[in-house]
């Protein structure tokens, strides 16, 4: 089959879900308008900023005079620890429980005007071993059972605040979408007696036409079954579960791997590219989950340029989703992105 000609649909191993191709309508030479759309560059200290260092936020409290990252709990979390417990039933269809959980916001910078992408490896890998603590200290609670670290880039994705920032929300139940993660990597663990994104990771660098970069410890490619146009992952070569296994060199190296996507990803549409960024690892409800592959999802809505974006609507609201650009197509564009950020360069 030749998957850059004829509509096909492709299998997401990790959820079990189909998306259909339609790289035929792609024939078309590629457009590849440059937009200079990007703001003008912001002031390192904004003084409307309820993340930056002083500043007083919209709950009433007052952000520190923080020197590298800060933690605070959400001013207006979506879960709470003391929810009580109930659960009801009416009918056998309207189900309800109550959910208990502790939602954070972590500060990567006190710098305004900073990203992922602008800051150094030293200053990144710190946001890593922030998100380890928390990862460690959330999920050491009784009532939380996952906990969930991810950033929300740019006002297309809905995000409030350019000043660089993530969230973790961490709760009693393990959200649908790890959970049915954590069902298909031990479903492919026991009837292959391996993990499902080892054999993964090992035949995409026998293949190589997916994978955009990659370092001694980690790789960067655009999934075989990517949804959204540039969306990608990162993973571990080696078996690593949670973010806790992940050594000095290798936090480092993560660190490394942030950076160059984030400048890739701007420099593709020489903006400031928007993206829910996320990352997926073993819940934190006791078991083994021998099974879990830790890795991240990079999700970013754009398509053709700086402003012309992907909706999943029509079909993919009925059907399942569709894209036209396909996954090797979408790499290789990555690939030859420089890795000299656009901003740095001018
Ligand atoms: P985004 O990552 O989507 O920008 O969300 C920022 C979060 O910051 C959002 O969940 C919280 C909002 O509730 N927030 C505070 O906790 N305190 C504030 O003063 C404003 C925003
Ligand atoms: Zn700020």
Redesign the pocket.
Known sequence: MNHSEHPHRRFNPLTGEWILVSPHRTKRPWQGQVEETDVAAMPQYDPQC?LCPGNE???GERTPKYAHTFV?D????ALLPDTPVAESNDGGLLRTHTERGI?R?ICFSPRHDLTLALMENEAIARVIDVWVRQYEELGSLEDINYVQIF??RGAMM????PHP???IWSNRTVPMLPATETCYQQAHFVNNDNCLLCDYVALEIERGERIVFENDSFIALVPFWAVWPFETMILPRRHIRSLPELNTDERTALADMMRRMGIRFDNLFRTSFPYSMGIHQKPTDGGKHEAWHLHLHYYPPLLRSASVRKFMVGYEMLGNPQRDITAEQAAARLRECSEQHYRAAS
């Open positions: 309820y936020r919209a709950g605070f959400n001013d207006f979390s939602c916001v950033e929300n809905g995000c409030s605040n920032h993530g969230q």
